[in-house]
T-cell receptor
Framework: QQQVKQSPQSLIVQKGGISIINCAYENTAFDYFPWYQQFPGKGPALLIAIRPDVSEKKEGRFTISFNKSAKQFSLHIMDSQPGDSATYFCAASIGSSGSARQLTFGSGTQLTVLP | SAVISQKPSRDICQRGTSLTIQCQVDSQVTMMFWYRQQPGQSLTLIATANQGSEATYESGFVIDKFPISRPNLTFSTLTVSNMSPEDSSIYLC?????FGQGTRLTVV
């Protein structure tokens, strides 16, 4: 599996602030880039995903920015809330369809939002 | 998106024994994926389970240790065989970018 590098390992943000998590990939064949949120004791939940034909995707307070030439993508959480405190994983896949997505994960970021 | 159910949700097992984890999906899918998440770590793909054919294993994972069955388009099992404490992890079934709640395995 090709590597996906994620940073930072941990992040502490004040309530109302912006949380930014970055990922970089190597394999230019990747065509699907999801972000997952995982709470302790739970499986990862798909948060938002982007394809390389767009540079930005926004869903509520969550935005993915994608830079194809730099092979980087990032997750921005606006107006961060204590309930956002979780581990976030970026991932990438080469998938011809939804059911065929074999995911390569980043190392994860532990986000803590202080009240 | 598909609803993915895993059983058991957690188990504590003795060294040297085996545990079979079940994954049930509420719709028919071609591929099901099994991942391992070691404590405090990211997710690593174990194998891809295709209905009607042998599972495809990733580097570092072998069929004798992690046999997989895929009897139909909505169900799969992963067995963790001859367990050691190093197998203590969360095992996750995935379909269509979604995940089950995972099976938290502790080997003592």
């Amino acid at each position: 599996q090709q590597q996906v590098k994620q940073s930072p390992q941990s992040l502490i943000v004040q309530k109302g602030g912006i949380s930014i998590i970055n990922c970089a990939y190597e394999n230019t064949a990747f065509d699907y880039f999801p972000w997952y949120q995982q709470f302790p004791g739970k499986g990862p939940a798909l948060l938002i995903a982007i394809r390389p034909d767009v540079s930005e995707k926004k869903e509520g307070r969550f935005t993915i920015s994608f830079n194809k030439s730099a092979k980087q993508f990032s997750l921005h959480i606006m107006d961060s809330q204590p309930g956002d405190s979780a581990t976030y994983f970026c991932a990438a896949s080469i998938g011809s369809s939804g059911s065929a997505r074999q995911l390569t994960f980043g190392s994860g970021t532990q986000l803590t939002v202080l009240p | 998106s598909a609803v993915i159910s895993q059983k058991p949700s957690r188990d504590i097992c003795q060294r040297g024994t085996s545990l079979t984890i079940q994954c049930q999906v509420d719709s028919q899918v071609t591929m099901m994926f099994w991942y391992r998440q070691q404590p405090g770590q990211s997710l690593t793909l174990i194998a891809t389970a295709n209905q009607g054919s042998e599972a495809t294993y990733e580097s570092g994972f072998v069929i004798d240790k992690f046999p997989i069955s895929r009897p139909n388009l909505t169900f799969s099992t992963l067995t963790v065989s001859n367990m050691s404490p190093e197998d203590s992890s969360i095992y996750l079934c995935s379909v269509d970018s979604g995940f089950g709640q995972g099976t938290r395995l502790t080997v003592v």
